[in-house]
């Protein structure tokens, strides 16, 4: 008969001390990617959630599973060696959205832990494009004026009622650990919480197809509180680290108190991402000792969906971009900000559409940034920027002869903000140079700004101002 072992027990992460520990291959695990393995593993679940909590515990070797369904209290570990294998049958998992290889919703206390492997098992395809996304239709026509083949990836099965899973999905959820494990190939985002209370992720290793995996993002917190992510790497496809506050799985919720501390992010779209799907509120949010690099676009503020974003620090970062494939969002550029109505993105009206987002409050300090693309930082005519400060910057901007097309003209755009403080700011351009180049920074409907030891080089080849001034108002 399956049994819980009361027992103590060495795993590789540390000591379990007299703990209730439920091994799956005493319900009937085998290890063998061949085999599924999802009742087994589920009814391990089960049976710690019903004791009271505890570990289910994986030990080494290769389980293919659908959805599982975590339960309050219990911690699934993972040891080392152990890989989950997400199941390519569509049927092992809940209908879409909430599609997950873990899932979990209005639970207390669980954990995903460990030195294992969950793997999503993506793949792709590659056709022609065969839609209008308005949010790259810039990128579109550039590629479509040099003549080549508008190709890009999707995921294999795109369109045909296909099944893609998260990795893991936790909705509602109080008292959250996700450590130690490696997430590989998700056939969407990686780890998608929503309302979750005291998150903590720490040490784990995110992996998508950089050239290929699309709607993979890597950490995605909507409506969250108090979320901690320290000592982690991710390497995406898509965006590395979101930010969202939407009404995806409920009410648009506000994302507060968060500490980013100790990680590298890679990203075919953006590194740190403060998502345009915001219909509520992403506060006190500090991000320190943070290294970005091989990636489309560094940080983006996003808000076109009415929302907020304010009171964020970031600190001590290095960043490093370049231009990715014409089909995901973001030109090689260090810096984004950018304010916009929805409808003014893509044309369509909307019944009772909010009012532009408001961006305030945001300091950029200790930063080493290196890039292919213009930095743009951009209110809206309704929502100007508010209390924007740079503080020990360096911005280098060069060129990539092997893109298929190149437009940087100035460094840094600041547009439509009131209280800008730029202090300690060097803004230089590095070999390759590109014709295209004019201005280091250019400055438009700005009011009440300081800018005090700001250093802009001219641009190689350029006979343009180094710094462009239009409508500023109130400048020291």
């Given at each position: 008969?399956?049994?819980?072992?009361?027992?103590?027990?060495?795993?590789?992460?540390?000591?379990?001390?007299?703990?209730?520990?439920?091994?799956?291959?005493?319900?009937?695990?085998?290890?063998?990617?061949a085999g599924n393995a999802r009742t087994a593993i589920q009814q391990t679940i089960d049976a710690c959630g019903k004791a009271g909590g505890g570990t289910v515990y994986i030990g080494p070797g290769e389980y293919t599973t659908g959805q599982l369904h975590l339960r309050s209290g219990v911690r699934l570990y993972l040891e080392a060696?152990?890989?989950?294998?997400?199941?390519?049958?569509?049927?092992?998992?809940?209908?879409?959205?909430?599609?997950?290889?873990?899932?979990?919703?209005?639970?207390?206390?669980?954990?995903?832990?460990?030195?294992?492997?969950?793997?999503?098992?993506?793949?792709?395809?590659?056709?022609?494009?065969?839609?209008?996304?308005?949010?790259?239709?810039?990128?579109?026509?550039?590629?479509?004026?040099?003549?080549?083949?508008?190709?890009?990836?999707?995921?294999?099965?795109?369109?045909?009622?296909?099944?893609?899973?998260?990795?893991?999905?936790?909705?509602?959820?109080?008292?959250?650990?996700?450590?130690?494990?490696?997430?590989?190939?998700?056939?969407?985002?990686?780890?998608?919480?929503?309302?979750?209370?005291?998150?903590?992720?720490?040490?784990?290793?995110?992996?998508?197809?950089?050239?290929?995996?699309?709607?993979?993002?890597?950490?995605?917190?909507?409506?969250?509180?108090?979320?901690?992510?320290?000592?982690?790497?991710?390497?995406?496809?898509?965006?590395?680290?979101?930010?969202?506050?939407?009404?995806?799985?409920?009410?648009?919720?506000?994302?507060?108190?968060?500490?980013?501390?100790?990680?590298?992010?890679?990203?075919?779209?953006?590194?740190?991402?403060?998502?345009?799907?915001?219909?509520?509120?992403?506060?006190?949010?500090?991000?320190?000792?943070?290294?970005?690099?091989?990636?489309?676009?560094?940080?983006?503020?996003?808000?076109?969906?009415?929302?907020?974003?304010?009171?964020?620090?970031?600190?001590?970062?290095?960043?490093?971009?370049?231009?990715?494939?014409?089909?995901?969002?973001?030109?090689?550029?260090?810096?984004?900000?950018?304010?916009?109505?929805?409808?003014?993105?893509?044309?369509?009206?909307?019944?009772?559409?909010?009012?532009?987002?408001?961006?305030?409050?945001?300091?950029?300090?200790?930063?080493?940034?290196?890039?292919?693309?213009?930095?743009?930082?951009?209110?809206?005519?309704?929502?100007?920027?508010?209390?924007?400060?740079?503080?020990?910057?360096?911005?280098?901007?060069?060129?990539?002869?092997?893109?298929?097309?190149?437009?940087?003209?100035?460094?840094?755009?600041?547009?439509?903000?009131?209280?800008?403080?730029?202090?300690?700011?060097?803004?230089?351009?590095?070999?390759?140079?590109?014709?295209?180049?004019?201005?280091?920074?250019?400055?438009?409907?700005?009011?009440?700004?300081?800018?005090?030891?700001?250093?802009?080089?001219?641009?190689?080849?350029?006979?343009?101002?180094?710094?462009?001034?239009?409508?500023?108002?109130?400048?020291?």
């Amino acid at each position: 008969m399956p049994r819980c072992l009361l027992t103590v027990v060495t795993l590789s992460a540390g000591l379990l001390s007299a703990q209730s520990v439920f091994n799956v291959k005493n319900y009937g695990a085998t290890g063998h990617k061949a085999g599924n393995a999802r009742t087994a593993i589920q009814q391990t679940i089960d049976a710690c959630g019903k004791a009271g909590g505890g570990t289910v515990y994986i030990g080494p070797g290769e389980y293919t599973t659908g959805q599982l369904h975590l339960r309050s209290g219990v911690r699934l570990y993972l040891e080392a060696g152990a890989t989950l294998f997400a199941s390519l049958d569509g049927a092992q998992f809940d209908p879409a959205p909430k599609s997950a290889l873990i899932s979990g919703e209005d639970l207390h206390d669980i954990a995903i832990e460990g030195r294992g492997t969950l793997d999503g098992q993506s793949s792709y395809e590659w056709h022609p494009n065969n839609f209008t996304d308005y949010y790259i239709l810039s990128n579109q026509h550039l590629m479509e004026a040099t003549g080549k083949p508008l190709m890009r990836p999707f995921p294999h099965g795109f369109g045909h009622e296909k099944i893609y899973p998260r990795l893991v999905l936790l909705l509602r959820c109080n008292d959250v650990r996700i450590t130690g494990l490696k997430f590989l190939r998700s056939r969407s985002w990686t780890i998608n919480p929503y309302a979750c209370k005291r998150l903590l992720i720490d040490g784990v290793y995110i992996y998508s197809s950089q050239k290929e995996g699309v709607w993979a993002d890597g950490i995605d917190p909507d409506g969250c509180q108090d979320v901690r992510i320290s000592n982690s790497t991710v390497e995406t496809g898509d965006d590395a680290l979101v930010f969202y506050s939407a009404d995806i799985w409920g009410p648009a919720l506000p994302v507060e108190n968060v500490t980013v501390t100790n990680c590298r992010f890679s990203s075919a779209s953006s590194a740190i991402k403060f998502c345009d799907g915001n219909s509520n509120a992403i506060r006190r949010v500090n991000i320190d000792n943070v290294v970005i690099t091989n990636s489309n676009r560094g940080i983006a503020f996003m808000v076109f969906d009415g929302g907020i974003v304010e009171d964020v620090v970031l600190s001590n970062l290095t960043i490093e971009t370049r231009r990715f494939d014409w089909f995901w969002w973001g030109d090689g550029d260090p810096l984004h900000f950018n304010i916009k109505r929805r409808s003014e993105v893509d044309g369509n009206k909307r019944a009772n559409e909010p009012a532009a987002g408001k961006i305030r409050n945001v300091i950029i300090q200790n930063v080493i940034a290196h890039g292919t693309g213009a930095s743009v930082i951009n209110g809206h005519p309704d929502s100007w920027l508010e209390g924007v400060r740079l503080d020990n910057v360096k911005l280098f901007v060069s060129s990539d002869a092997s893109a298929p097309y190149e437009h940087t003209a100035t460094a840094l755009t600041v547009r439509e903000m009131r209280g800008l403080r730029m202090s300690n700011v060097e803004i230089d351009w590095e070999k390759p140079f590109a014709a295209t180049w004019s201005n280091g920074l250019s400055l438009d409907q700005v009011k009440d700004a300081v800018l005090d030891r700001v250093e802009v080089h001219p641009a190689p080849g350029s006979k343009s101002q180094p710094v462009l001034l239009t409508d500023v108002e109130g400048l020291k």
